[in-house]
């Protein structure tokens, strides 16, 4: 029996959070693809001489970068594009060692005529000579070129990265920048030779590792009919006073799709609104001040959720707050009162409108409060108030201020110095911060309130909400202000769960508890708002989906993360201004930006979807790219045409189950049929064949893509014949043309055996020494199946195989039944390099349903329940396959892994590769055990269901159920 084989040892287990990670977190992750990224835009820069892995640039929080032009007002657009990114002091090549003393990386930007090879005796006059001395003072340098390239013959020393374009043109500008930062990965490679070190296809390969900021057309949105619909919610907002002004950013899988600043900073229309502008965050700050340092002191285990407050402040100890646990502080739900006035308890003496030592904490220009205040009153305030129940979700300010004290209890630093430390230097962001006015022109921040009743001043840069004011600027629930650019970052943080710019800030599992809704009570994650599965409430907005986390500010700010769609929505304003309104609010602007973001995703809403799923499924062309019903049902001469009470497949369950396309595998146990393979896939064949003879009225043969549609569109099914093991062919051409010529339309090139010309992924993950890849006569193989118009269908190869046919076939393959190896470590599944290369041929993934390659704990429950249940008859050499099966239906069930880990993969894959390069391949008859909810074929309506609420569009459904099979299919046709 095939299922049988498939319990092989999981090869490593995911990490579990908590382990420390001081010496790791930032570590350089260059050599990995980042997951959200889906670079489209053809590259134009060349990147030589990147040997050391320089570019793109890694921790920004360790580099001091200085751009060197030759004139001033030169490179605007590489500057500007790289002041994105980083902060950047440019200077003239005057003077040169004198303006970069201080910086310890050098981006030099030449343009024709700017660098010879001869190096002078006068370094003044000499710019190569400049760099080798920079070179020499430990300096890091790049050199930017934008000439013809046979000024690359010049540089033949100079062993520094070189980022060349032959044009000095904006877009080339911007590559560049975008290049060196890793907001686009390098593709490009030279045409021609220029010399000895410059020779024809020379180019370094990198990823995108930051924020692209060129929009490019092949984006699922259409970026201008979407600019249209904002650009008119906004006009509304300004005309009708809610907000004197906006900026709204929209980035899409890493590209920044949208930016654009809408009004001005007030109503007398003095100064215009800009991308770049500086706002309050207000309670934004929860998420991007607070929770990140909670994230990571729970990480590096110098906090414990499930501990008490008790635990970490002495002064709680003697109070009703001592034993609440820093979970449901996170969560709201500790009982704590709303909020606090506390400006209102103020006395005469405490404010006043000059400074001096006893009155050293400014509120605002022209107001300071009396020194230590927030210690010696709002402090012990808070400590006092009483406490309701805990456990009901009541959204409280003081949760944070609790948050914030905690942290800096255990780091021994002020907040606002760790998250920079931790986050915001790191990641090159510039403007996130408390307190701004300590760092940035008054001219750059927003102002928010008309302050006149208790500061009695415009607040420019000072914060709005009082609490955060009289604790210095700085709480945990607010006091935090940023630029649009700088939340997008944290964003795709978040997005590509911890990593961005090379760096790991956080483990992925740290990210996913955090976001993910963490309450029986309420719809929040651990310090993050999200999606209310409430319909009627439609928040943040009635097309979002249950993978939405993110949080508002009352200032008029929102950020809304949306990992389903690899979705980053930023709204900022000042609506408070001139003084607080709820204008925003009634008009639902922010919620309305949203909705249309998704209108033109061509997002249906959630509770629509819902109710229309079997609607929905029954218009999809679903095909299944996997099953084994052939040996374990028709060849045993079992009546498919009747439901039969065994196995996973029927022709009744696939009608119900809205299967169009089934692939029936023929396959044969590589032990067992040493010789005869060939004739036993005969048989199968012939057994097909029989099957398909009595059921001609609902299910015929399909040997090309036009077959599937006349059989499709006349109401049957189309059976495909996929042969799964290359031992069947017997190592013979003329035995491959003659199964190709009986309808197989793949062939599986191992199952868990090497063969003589190519190794199996059990094999090859198992036993070193075993041969690995590909033959002479394998590659031979290769070229005859794309002659033929055979899909080459690498499951089960070993991934030396895996890389020696992609270097060999012309046409996109097929992994018809595997999964992500970085969410469940099995042998059987890929890992994140051949997914990259996956996709890079333009092939597909089916995602296989076997419980054991999608949760890496299956294993350990079947051992578990198995053990329980069997007692002392347990039968301890028993096989994972043997042990499940050996359980009663109940335990089975127990067993089985969630729904949730399919979409899991579904998510992960989709990441990796995009969404045009994932199928389905159920594998069922092939396993013992699917998820939950996925008996047998009859129940694909329900991975249609759960894909919905999961925020996939029908347009993403129509290629993941069906048309990605059918694309490679065809492209491999002849």
């Not at 950047?88 to 930007?109: D, G, R």
Request: glycine share 6%.
């Amino acid at each position: 029996m095939k299922m049988s084989f498939l319990s092989a040892v999981l090869l490593a287990s995911i990490l579990a959070l908590g382990n420390p990670v001081n010496a790791q977190h930032q570590q350089n992750l260059s050599h990995q693809p980042n997951l959200s990224y889906q670079q489209t835009l053809h590259n134009q820069t060349v990147l030589l001489n990147n040997q050391k892995g320089i570019l793109p640039l890694k921790d920004l929080s360790k580099q001091k970068i200085a751009l060197l032009v030759p004139r001033e007002g030169a490179f605007k657009e590489f500057i500007e594009q790289a002041s994105r990114y980083a902060e950047v002091s440019t200077f003239t090549y005057a003077n040169f060692e004198e303006h970069t003393k201080y910086y310890n990386q050098l981006i030099v930007l030449a343009e024709e005529g700017d660098i010879s090879g001869r190096v002078s005796a006068n370094l003044g006059d000499n710019l190569m000579a400049q760099i080798l001395l920079a070179q020499s003072n430990r300096k890091s340098v790049v050199l930017a070129l934008f000439a013809e390239g046979e000024q690359l013959a010049n540089l033949g020393g100079l062993q520094v990265p070189i980022l060349w374009n032959a044009k000095k043109g904006a877009l080339e500008q911007r590559y560049a920048a975008m290049t060196l930062f890793g907001g686009l990965g390098a593709t490009a490679k030279l045409a021609k030779t220029f010399s000895n070190n410059f020779q024809k296809g020379a180019g370094a390969q990198t990823e995108q590792i930051r924020l692209q900021y060129l929009a490019d057309e092949k984006t699922s949105i259409n970026i201008s009919k979407l600019g249209k619909k904002i650009d008119a919610i906004a006009a509304e907002a300004i005309r009708e006073q809610a907000t004197p002004g906006a900026v709204v950013m929209v980035v899409k899988d890493g590209q920044v799709i949208f930016e654009k600043a809408y009004g001005t900073h007030t109503y007398a229309q003095k100064t215009q609104n800009s991308i770049h502008d500086i706002y309050d965050l207000a309670s934004i700050s929860k998420i991007m001040g607070t929770t990140p340092v909670v994230m990571r002191l729970t990480e590096d285990r110098v906090i414990a959720l499930d501990s008490t407050m008790g635990n970490y402040l002495w002064q709680a100890r003697t109070t009703n707050k001592k034993d609440i646990k820093l979970r449901t502080v996170l969560l709201h739900e500790a009982g704590f009162t709303p909020f606090i006035p506390f400006y209102k308890n103020l006395k005469a003496g405490d404010v006043q409108r000059h400074y001096a030592a006893d009155h050293a904490v400014q509120l605002a220009d022209s107001s300071f409060m009396r020194t230590n205040y927030y210690q010696e009153v709002m402090w012990p305030m808070m400590l006092q108030s009483p406490v309701k129940p805990i456990g009901e979700y009541v959204y409280s300010d003081i949760s944070m201020y609790v948050m914030k004290e905690v942290a800096e209890q255990v780091t021994s630093k002020p907040m606002e110095e760790y998250v920079q430390e931790i986050l915001y230097k790191p990641l090159g962001m510039k403007t996130a911060g408390y307190n701004p006015r300590q760092r940035f022109d008054r001219t750059q921040i927003v102002p928010t309130e008309q302050d006149t009743s208790f500061r009695k001043v415009l607040l420019a840069g000072y914060v709005h909400d009082q609490g955060a004011a009289m604790a210095g600027g700085v709480a945990g629930h607010a006091g935090l202000f940023s630029s649009a650019n700088d939340l997008a970052i944290f964003g795709q943080l978040l997005l590509n769960r911890g990593e961005y710019g090379g760096m790991r800030i956080f483990k992925p599992e740290t990210v996913d508890l955090f976001t993910s809704n963490q309450s029986k009570n309420s719809r929040r994650g651990l310090g993050f708002d999200r999606f209310d599965p409430n319909p009627k409430n439609e928040y943040p907005s009635k097309l979002a989906n249950p993978s939405v986390y993110g949080h508002t500010g009352y200032t008029g700010t929102c950020i809304w993360i949306d990992p389903a769609n690899q979705l980053i929505y930023i709204f900022l304003s000042n609506r408070v201004h001139p003084q607080v309104s709820t204008k925003l609010l009634n008009l639902n602007i922010r919620s309305r930006i949203q909705d249309a973001i998704y209108e033109e995703l061509k997002v249906m809403p959630q509770a629509a979807a819902q109710q229309d799923y079997k609607k929905i499924h029954d218009n999809l062309v679903v095909v299944d790219g996997h099953n084994d019903v052939i040996i374990e049902s028709i060849l045993p001469g079992l009546d498919l045409s009747k439901r039969l009470s065994v196995g996973h497949t029927d022709i009744p369950r696939l009608q119900e189950g809205g299967v169009d396309v089934q692939v029936f595998a023929v396959w044969s146990d590589d032990k067992k049929f040493k010789k005869g393979a060939f004739a036993h896939a005969n048989k199968q064949i012939d057994a097909l064949e029989a099957m398909l003879a009595k059921n001609k009225d609902s299910m015929a043969l399909a040997r090309s893509t036009k077959d599937i549609e006349a059989i499709v569109a006349s109401g049957k099914i189309a059976a495909v014949i996929g042969v799964e093991g290359g031992n069947m062919i017997e190592s013979r051409i003329a035995n491959l043309e003659t199964l190709f010529n009986r309808g197989a339309r793949y062939l599986t090139l191992t199952w868990n055996y090497n063969l003589p010309w190519a190794s199996a992924a059990a094999i090859e993950s198992s036993n070193s020494k075993a041969s690995k890849g590909l033959s002479e006569h394998g590659k031979t193989l290769i070229r005859r199946m794309n002659t033929l118009g055979m899909l080459v269908d690498l499951s089960h190869a070993g991934e030396q195989t895996f890389y020696d046919v992609l270097a060999v076939s012309t046409k996109p393959i097929l992994v018809s039944h595997s999964n992500a190896y970085a969410l469940t470590p099995h042998y059987r599944n890929l890992k994140d390099a051949q997914l990259k290369a996956l996709k890079e041929n333009g092939g597909v993934i089916g995602v296989n349903f076997y419980s054991q390659f999608l949760d890496s704990g299956y294993s350990e429950r079947v051992h578990r329940l198995y053990k329980k249940y069997a007692g002392k008859n347990a039968k301890t050499k028993l096989g994972i396959t043997s042990k499940y099966l050996a359980l009663p239906a109940v335990l089975r069930q127990q067993a089985d892994a969630p729904l949730s880990s399919l979409i899991a993969h579904i998510d992960y894959l989709v990441k990796m590769v995009g969404v045009d390069h994932v199928a389905i391949g159920s594998d069922f008859d092939g396993i013992e055990s699917s998820p939950q909810g996925l008996e047998d074929v009859s129940k694909f309506p329900i991975l249609t269901k759960a894909l919905l609420a999961h925020g996939y569009s029908v347009a993403d459904l129509e290629k993941i159920m069906g048309q990605n099979f059918l694309r490679v299919l065809k492209e491999n046709e002849i």
